[in-house]
């Protein structure tokens, strides 16, 4: 609400952009505002939690971490009435207040794809260059300051791993989206370069709190049947 900008893009600190994003501010030149929605749609304690009403699941809760504004009057009034309702109410999060407000307004919304604000790389490990790269790479653990090792989360490959990095380097390289001249090669999923190993040591805070557990079973299992094989 404080920016002196006609069109502002709004990012969490717990963020890095590791590809350029000017093309929010075009989406904003024909909408109001520009939002990714949560990709963890199924979650009790945040993305399944309401305001005063049921909102058809169709309608998605948007995360907050990613806000392209264009400012105006109407943009204005909504954010006051954003914060207005948040604080009258006695939720911890702000985004169920979001999707209800946004599902009653008129605002003009563009809902721009997952890249933009990927909350979790577990869920890109599957994805190849057929898809858009990543953009903006969203992760709590940056709070943390450090790794379970103890070693200071301070770069990008501090927070995801080397080998991870460099395959969102090849994948970014082959999206036409980022690079015209893009080599005609595709990079296969991670999942695919490295079918045993983890994103990072520290995974399990990219997967939640039981998703450590998860991921090594499924990692002994491709183990069981290599043998078998």
């Given amino acids: 609400m404080r920016s002196r900008f006609e069109r502002t893009i709004y990012l969490d600190s717990d963020m890095f952009v590791i590809a350029p994003i000017p093309d929010v501010f075009d989406v904003l030149e024909r909408f109001d505002i520009a ?9 009790d304690s945040h993305t399944l939690m309401l305001h005063t009403k049921p909102i058809p699941p169709a309608f998605p809760q ?20 954003w914060q207005e309702e948040f604080d009258a109410s006695h939720l911890k999060i702000d985004q169920p207040v979001l ?24 869920l ?4 190849d260059s057929r898809t858009m790269a990543p953009r903006v790479i969203h992760s709590s653990r940056i709070h943390l300051k450090r790794t379970k090792s103890g070693k200071l989360i301070q770069s990008f490959e501090d927070l995801v791993g080397l080998d991870f990095e460099k395959h969102l380097s090849e994948w970014q390289l082959r999206d036409e989206t980022l690079n015209a001249n893009r080599p005609v090669t595709r990079t296969e999923a991670y999942c695919d370069k490295f079918p045993r190993t983890l994103v990072h040591p520290d995974a399990v805070a990219f997967a939640g709190k039981t998703g450590q557990g998860r991921i090594q079973d499924a990692l002994q299992r491709i183990g069981s049947f290599r043998k078998e094989d």
């Avoid at 939002?35 to 979650?43: E, W």
């Avoid at 806000?67 to 954010?79: D, H, M």
């Fill in 35 to 43: 939002l990714i929605h949560d990709q963890r749609l199924n979650v």
């Fill in 62 to 81: 948007y995360n907050g971490g990613f806000v392209g504004i264009r400012k105006s009057e109407t943009t204005s009034t909504f954010l006051c009435h």
């Fill in 99 to 122: 999707r209800e407000l946004l599902f009653d307004s008129e605002l003009r919304i563009a809902t721009i794809p997952l890249q933009y604000n990927v909350l979790d790389v577990d």
């Fill in 124 to 127: 890109i490990r599957a994805l």
